[in-house]
């Protein structure tokens, strides 16, 4: 129930169908000494007509902060330890490459896009992690935290007493989920994937609530994100509802924990049909936000409304190829 309130129309991005129909699978190990106590992580080659590239599968990615997921790693099919690639950390992972995990909706085709901005020479070489969601933790895991934490005391009780009315264990948990992608994932992924692993080379997306949490990881994590892209981020939090002071409360985080524009890039993205009508009104709040904060150039800064787009795959879809060329263009 607490999806309905904290996503509930958006809950676009659901739980992963274990079905892998005509799938070409190999088993293959990594090892690493760096990641807290656990040494091994086994993963499935994925590679099948559906994948530009192939896929490290890792089905249970452990952690010490949040539930183990399932995370994919995808690759270019001229991969090589050879070359140094960045790397574009993504949220909702089942949605991304492989239409056989999540048969219900199409996938967003990262795999495609990727491959033939970097043969156009439009971007450089990179590879993506694909971090899945657990359905029933979403709203946990992506609710950027700290920004309620700005609200009114009496205003945030009143909130999170809603919320527990649905579900009596909610809290929120996106901070650990940055712990789990900074402290976990990153450095694991570093130090097994040919990566540059600075913040400039680093960057994070979502759609949704997928697009709130890549925005809160930058402003946490400036030093290991140099940008965040999210596409119909779902300003409004929750059910969309007139006095809704949660907006007003990601603005406010952000106008004191906006990395600086010399440094860091964010692109935004919104339509004007289904859900994203709702984030029409905030489109001068951000703008104004990132503004006050030097965000002027275009290169850094960006919050694209397109007119007749909807909260969906296939709007995603038509988005990414300038958001990503924005991030990681050459």
Known sequence: MK?????????????????????????????????????????????NENITGKIHRFDSFASNFIIPRTVDVWLPKD??????????????????????VDTRKPEMEIDE??????????IKDAIVVGVYNIAKERSEDYFPQKPIDLLPVKTKDSLLQLVRAFNKTFEFNSDNYLDFLTKELKPYIDANYSTATDAQNTYIAGASMGGL??????????????????????????????????????????????PSPETHKFYFSFGTKGLDMFYTQYEDDVNDV???????SNNVFRNIKTEGGNHNVPSWQERFPEAVQMMIGK
Request: glycine share 6%; with cysteine.
């Open 3 to 47: 999806i309905y309130l904290f996503c509930a129309i958006v809950a676009l991005f659901a739980s992963c169908n274990s079905s892998q129909k005509n799938l070409e699978i190999s088993k293959a190990e990594i090892t690493s000494s760096e990641i807290l106590d656990i040494k091994t992580y086994s993963f499935d080659v994925v590679e």
């Open 79 to 100: 991969y090589s330890a050879d070359k140094t690639y960045a790397v574009l950390y993504m949220n909702d992972g089942q949605d991304l490459f492989d239409p056989t």
């Open 113 to 122: 896009t990727i491959t033939r901005l970097v043969s156009e020479e439009k």
């Open 213 to 258: 949490i890549s925005m809160y990881a930058v402003c946490e994590y400036p030093q290991t994100f140099g940008g965040a892209i999210g596409m119909s981020t779902h300003w409004v939090g929750a059910v969309p509802s007139p006095g809704n002071p949660i907006p007003p409360a990601f603005f406010d985080y952000m106008r004191n924990n906006l």
């Open 290 to 296: 990132f503004k006050e904060r030097g965000y002027i």
